[in-house]
């Protein structure tokens, strides 16, 4: 039986849609695109004006890498609603994100700083992949990666994860793919 290839976690905001720029670092603003996959009377997947923000040729390249993909990002079902067609993917996969309430006190570790997407030093996200991952390597794309999230994950998951911070006013380069794709291919992906 063939192993189960790693996963790759991919958030939406920052990684796939740019932003934060500056008019001096982008004075003519984020650049817009046209998807091939849909029809040219629908330039923004559904009413959406970010979706023009990503770049349909990401989807080929995130297809190409020796993974599964799945969505991790609060887009959750509109992801695959919106981007899966913009980006020429088929439905993806989402996490479902847990309720707030049910998070674990940040008194459980106190000396964790505590921010308004953290919760005891750690993103609210982080518990939640490695559950989802259930002990298969994983690499997860986001805009809020930090390192309490990087030493968390390595206490708590017993495979291999790379945590992969993406400047959120560039979103993926070749940088990151390069990245991505040699890590996956180490950790068994095809």
Not at 28 to 42: I, M, Q, V
Not at 55 to 78: I, K
Not at 145 to 169: C, E, K, S
Request: contains cysteine.
């Amino acid at each position: 039986m063939d192993a189960l290839p790693p996963l790759l976690f991919l958030d939406v905001d920052g990684p796939l849609i740019p932003f934060g720029a500056t008019s001096r670092q982008l004075p003519g603003g984020y650049p817009t695109y046209r998807s091939p996959w849909l029809p040219s009377e629908s330039p923004d997947a559904g009413g959406n004006p970010l979706i023009a923000r990503v770049d349909p040729a990401l989807g080929p390249r995130l297809a190409a890498l020796p993974c599964r993909l799945v969505w991790a990002t609060t887009w959750m079902s509109d992801a695959n609603d919106c981007l899966s067609p913009w980006l020429g993917l088929p439905p993806l996969p989402v996490v479902f994100w847990p309720d707030p309430e049910d998070e674990p006190d940040p008194a459980d570790e106190p000396d964790a700083p505590v921010g308004p997407w953290r919760r005891g030093g750690i993103h609210w996200k982080t518990r939640a992949l490695v559950e989802w991952a259930d002990g298969r390597p994983f690499a997860w794309v986001d805009d809020e990666i930090g390192p309490a999230d990087d030493h968390w994950v390595r206490a708590h998951h017993p495979a291999d994860a790379l945590l992969h911070r993406v400047d959120p006013v560039r979103g993926l380069t070749d940088g990151d793919f390069i990245t991505l794709d040699a890590w996956l291919r180490s950790v068994g992906g095809a």
